[in-house]
């Protein structure tokens, strides 16, 4: 597998941006970032180029609103960016599908570089195009596909995370080894989170994600595969943080693994040894998230408007054993209850 050429993986962020944007002509470059990597992150970049604006918002998933882009086209048009100028998004996941919507629509759409910050940005969120925000509680609601001019992936980002962003980024990467590679899963699954190659495992995951999302970029097919976990895992985040508990993507995604492991064990897909063996190094890594039967119901709605349904059925992607993946497997609300209850019951 290969990087795509707008991807690069870097040991000098500020040498590499410098040098594209020495090939470029760009008549304004803007430097969008939250508080963290404002003061975390920028100092590492800021000799690259001078920059026109420092646009700053608040991290979090609840900033990614309609109301924080309009924040951030306000001040491109306050500062009178055209349509030659360039968005460096500097931040996680959030951030990038926020900053990259935002330029993708300013104007009908400006350049943006995408410099992810996390782990979870790293491996999965800057790759593929998917850019959006949130919509009345429902996550990645409205917005495009639309490729970033670069994404600069630097590893020496990671060592200003703590424990529990490493720990939302890692389940995207065992997503992806569970749907694609049963030895880097067996790999994985024989280490602590504390003693993984992340390197090694980023650049698996980029060259993974990129050969699926070059084949089916706008999502018709086997990209599709992509969303295991995120069924349910979507759902439940959203419910909970609508009732304003803390939860990151990451452990709402490990949740959705196990409890649509269980419906795919249910279905004849999974072996019970196979779901067990998931199970438990997934909760070896995740604290438990506790669900109510009042959560359950709410959780089994959230799903009803999940973006990959298909009229009134719930389409979902279950493993086909370990290393691989259907998508499109249409499932019902009391397995969705099912799978709560026993993800509940570990």
């Known amino acids: 597998m290969t990087i795509p050429d707008n991807v690069q993986f870097t040991a000098d962020p500020a040498e590499s941006l410098r040098a594209f944007f020495l090939s470029k002509n760009y008549s304004q470059i803007v430097v969008l970032t939250d508080e963290n990597t404002r003061r975390h992150c920028y100092p590492l970049i800021s000799a690259a180029t001078p920059v026109s604006l420092i646009i700053e918002v608040k991290s979090g998933e609840a900033q990614k609103t309609l ?30 599908d926020m900053g990259g919507f935002c330029a993708a629509t300013y104007k009908r759409g400006i350049d943006f570089v ?78 602590t989170m504390e003693s993984q ?95 109510d039967r009042r959560a359950e119901e709410e959780v089994c709605q959230l799903i009803l408007q999940d973006k990959k349904n298909r009229g009134n059925k719930i389409l979902c992607v279950l493993l086909n054993g370990i290393g691989h993946a259907l998508w499109d497997y249409e499932i019902n609300v009391d397995e969705v209850k099912n799978a709560l209850t026993f993800y509940q019951t570990l």
């Open 67 to 96: 109301e924080t882009c309009i924040h951030i086209w306000q001040q491109l048009t306050d500062s009178l960016v055209d349509r030659h100028g360039c968005l460096v998004v500097l931040g996680g996941g959030v951030l990038g």
């Open 114 to 191: 995408l410099v992810p910050t996390t782990l979870l940005s790293q491996c999965d969120a800057s790759i593929g195009g998917k850019l959006g925000v949130d919509f009345n509680h429902f996550k990645n609601h409205i917005g495009v596909f639309c490729f970033p001019t670069l994404t600069l992936l630097y590893s020496g980002f990671l060592k200003t995370l703590p424990q529990h962003e490493l720990r939302s980024g890692f389940a995207e990467i065992i997503k992806h080894t569970l749907i694609s590679d049963r030895s880097m899963w067996n790999q994985l699954s024989s280490k």
């Open 197 to 291: 190659p992340w390197d090694i495992l980023v650049r698996h995951s980029v060259e993974f994600k990129a050969k699926v999302t070059a084949e089916d970029p706008k999502e018709k097919g086997l990209r599709k595969i992509l969303n295991a976990g995120h069924t349910i895992g979507h759902a439940l985040e959203t419910h909970l943080l609508n009732r304003g508990e803390q939860v990151t993507h990451g452990e709402a995604v490990a949740a959705g693994l196990i409890a649509e492991g269980y419906i795919a064990n249910i279905r004849g897909l999974l072996s019970k040894e196979q779901l067990d063996e998931i199970s438990r190094y997934i909760r070896s890594v995740y604290p438990r998230i506790e669900i």
